[in-house]
């Protein structure tokens, strides 16, 4: 069994327990909270064993051997670096850190303390997306490809009436480039590796977070073009454009439908069998590569990763989006 404590007591932290708990080896020993009755409440509803309110004592816990980050994304890299240093392997929510120069720390770490390091971006490990790549080459040339999403924020409302959430806190490391736009530029990273130049817009609130942006990658033949928001809704689909057809998915956070449209008219539907939730298959390629002894996946590696934030960082130099974390 591998034990794994996790950090958060939000619905994300539910979803990911109640999809890990389907995998036969996961087991959840301890939960961590700032607040001691949010840790009380939230061990007894999974089932924990044990709670912490202060993280030192949790990463020198025996009783853990991974712990899985859903906190604040201004808090992902120290917490990761906390554990890995008392030879805890993480598994971590995206976006992985505030910047490329945390990033960097966390990888030399996971490397300096031979621990798994992950990056849980669900999409990819998704059979969606998997067989998505198995039948990209029959469109022949990829020429464009085209991914939204736009999720209105139901924090947005206390916004609008002015009391500022975490959701739109810069201090937090937050916003539609990083909470959202992250799903569609790590699943094209997986596809098409690093764009040649990238271009850049947003709309920024007066908080000092972006609302909503748009990304433009240039690859040698192709584009990509990413669309992201947390002030409104999309409903479009996502596309791989190519030169012999065009594969039409629903979703490039959560791929559970795709069909490829062929220029001579005809129509072919991408077998996709999803028999677990959502989150599980992330889970389940963490708990393979600790059974082979791994310290990344090739899927989420550490180079994508890297990558990802690297355009993010860019990204935001572009629209003038700054965090505190930035100048630490």
């Keep these: ?71 604040p994304n201004s808090l992902h890299a120290q917490q990761a670096i906390t554990f890995m240093n008392k030879g805890k392997h993480v598994l971590c929510e995206k976006p992985f850190a505030s910047n490329l120069a945390e990033v960097d720390e966390m990888i030399e770490v996971a490397k300096k303390n031979n621990v798994l390091l992950m990056e849980a971006l669900k999409s990819t490990f998704m059979p969606g997306f998997q067989a998505i790549k198995e039948n990209i080459h029959k469109i022949g040339n990829v020429r464009r490809f085209y991914a939204t999403y736009s999720s209105y924020s139901s924090r947005y409302d206390a916004y609008r009436n002015g009391n500022i959430l975490n959701a739109f806190n810069p201090n937090f490391s937050n916003g539609s480039l990083m909470d959202l736009g992250v799903y569609g530029i790590y699943p094209t990273v997986v596809l098409f590796g690093q764009p040649e130049n990238l271009k850049a817009n947003a709309y920024m609130l007066e908080s000092g977070v972006d609302g909503e942006g748009s990304l433009l990658f240039q690859y040698e033949g192709m584009e990509a073009v990413i669309l992201h928001s947390k002030i409104s809704n999309s409903y479009h689909d996502a596309e791989i454009q190519g030169e012999d057809g065009t594969i039409i998915f629903d979703s490039v956070s959560s791929p559970s439908k795709a069909e490829i449209r062929y220029r001579d008219g005809s129509v072919e539907a991408i077998e996709i069998i999803q028999d677990k939730p959502e989150m599980y298959y992330e889970v389940e390629e963490f708990i393979q590569l600790l059974g082979e002894g791994k310290i990344e996946s090739s899927v989420n590696s550490h180079e994508n990763s890297r990558i990802t934030a690297s355009i993010m960082q860019e990204a935001r130099e572009q629209i003038g989006l700054v965090f505190p974390a930035d100048n630490r």
């Excluded at 994300?12 to 009380?40: G, W």
């Design 1 to 71: 069994m591998i034990r794994f404590g996790t950090i958060g007591t939000n619905f994300i932290v539910d979803r990911f327990i109640n999809a890990a708990k389907q995998h036969p080896e996961f087991s959840l020993t301890a939960v961590y909270s700032r607040s001691e009755d949010q840790a009380k409440e939230f061990s007894q509803k999974h089932d924990a064993d044990q709670i912490f309110t202060d993280l030192e004592e949790m990463a020198s816990s025996e009783n853990i051997d991974t712990i899985y980050i859903a906190s």
